[in-house]
């Protein structure tokens, strides 16, 4: 094969690097073959002339002159020389800043089948179909070119990180024990019932490899970052991330920052975009759930306490009726801050716990005594040290 056949080659596949190195001429003679070329109206080397221009690889960069050769290769219809005039007038390069003939370029690229300029219009479709909501129609355009392009193969990802409150609720507990060593009992209460708010993220995606999700939150005062809620999510899976509800108030969801393992570090996102708002509040479906939820938990709460308690509670609870009495809270305060810190006071709460129970039995079927109690016991706690 010719030397003229191996250039012939190189122009019809594109591959400008490869000509030094399978011919014996150096990039200078390289690139007076590609000039001759050019001038019989060879369109592939006026493209190639006008790459060399624009890199400075075999000669000082020269924009003009890239300008000019590409102009020629877009005239012979040449979908790439058209994409980097659109590049060239989009940067202002050479040429002032042009949005309309940087689109009537690019179009003309779309046209003639640049993959370019096709994976660029994709892209740009996904973003908007984001913006306008339709999250469906974005992944799917992500995924249409995500095997040839990084920043979709990420938005196809981001597309599968779904969000959602999840709320759970639980019981507060308080034991106290009566009696000593072998004889000592422990009681269990259920003082209150606790809710907790979670921001649910699942990767709905099927890729394997690690993928590290922050979502963006946008605050009540329209700030907008990358909060520190998140966490590792590998494909399928579904992290729940604690919430305070008083820190993230009115606070919403409204982009995600893909990191990757694969790329060896998560010091920045690889890929990252904002998407309609999301809420971080509870749906009608979820405040319904909870309701119940919080129904089951007291029922809970009250069957453990019946079961914990052996043959009734202590006098204070038996003549109130209930462990969260202003009054019985009183002496609980009492008990904690003042008969706790002194050898008799700890004396005193040892016996009465050895002999409570029984009190509370004997008060507890007696109307008239619980009345007559909660009367002398409403006085003393008036004069009772906080």
Not at 59 to 88: S, T, V, W
Not at 297 to 305: G, L, P, W, Y
Not at 340 to 350: D, P, Q, S
Request: glycine share 8%; net charge negative.
């Amino acid at each position: 094969m010719s030397e003229q056949d191996d250039i012939q080659k190189a122009i019809a596949n594109n591959e400008l690097y490869a000509i030094g190195g399978n011919l014996p001429a150096d990039w200078k003679e390289a690139f007076e073959v590609y000039a001759n070329l050019a001038k019989q109206g060879e369109v592939k080397a006026q493209y190639n002339l006008g790459y060399l221009y624009y890199k400075g690889d075999a000669m000082e960069q020269d924009l003009a002159m890239a300008y000019d050769c590409y102009q020629k290769a877009a005239d012979g219809g040449d979908p790439r020389a058209h994409y980097n005039l659109a590049y060239m007038y989009e940067r202002g390069e050479h040429v002032p800043p042009n949005s309309i003939k940087a689109k009537e370029h690019m179009e003309q690229a779309i046209a003639l089948g640049d993959e370019r300029a096709n994976i660029r219009a994709t892209l740009a479709n996904a973003k908007a179909a984001l913006k306008q909501g339709d999250r469906d129609k974005a992944k799917n355009l992500f995924a249409s070119i995500a095997a040839n392009n990084k920043e979709a193969e990420m938005g196809v990802i981001a597309c599968n990180v779904e969000f959602k409150c999840g709320y759970s609720t639980h019981i507060n507990y308080s034991y106290h024990s009566s009696g000593s060593e072998a004889n000592k009992k422990f009681w269990k209460w259920g003082e209150s019932i606790g809710t907790d708010l979670n921001l649910l993220m699942t990767n709905t995606s099927l890729q394997g490899w690690t993928t590290l999700v922050k979502a963006i939150t946008r605050a009540s005062d329209d700030y907008v970052g990358i909060s520190n809620i998140g966490g590792i999510l590998r494909a399928g899976e579904t992290l729940a991330t604690p919430i305070d509800p008083e820190d993230f108030a009115g606070t919403t969801v409204c982009g995600v920052a893909i990191y990757s393992d694969r790329e060896g570090s998560v010091d920045k996102p690889i890929y990252s975009f904002p998407f309609p708002d999301i809420p971080l509040e509870a749906s009608e479906e979820e405040i319904s759930s909870l309701r119940e939820k919080v129904m089951h938990t007291q029922a809970e709460m009250e069957r453990q306490n019946k079961a914990a308690k052996p043959g009734g509670c202590f006098v204070l609870t038996a003549c109130y009726g209930s462990y969260d009495a202003p009054t019985v809270l009183a002496f609980r305060q009492f008990r904690d801050n003042h008969l706790e810190n002194h050898w008799l006071g700890r004396k005193f709460i040892a016996w009465y716990y050895t002999h409570g129970p029984k009190l509370a039995e004997y008060v507890e079927d007696k109307p008239g005594l619980r009345a007559a109690s909660r009367h002398f016991f409403n006085q003393l706690a008036k004069i009772l040290p906080r």
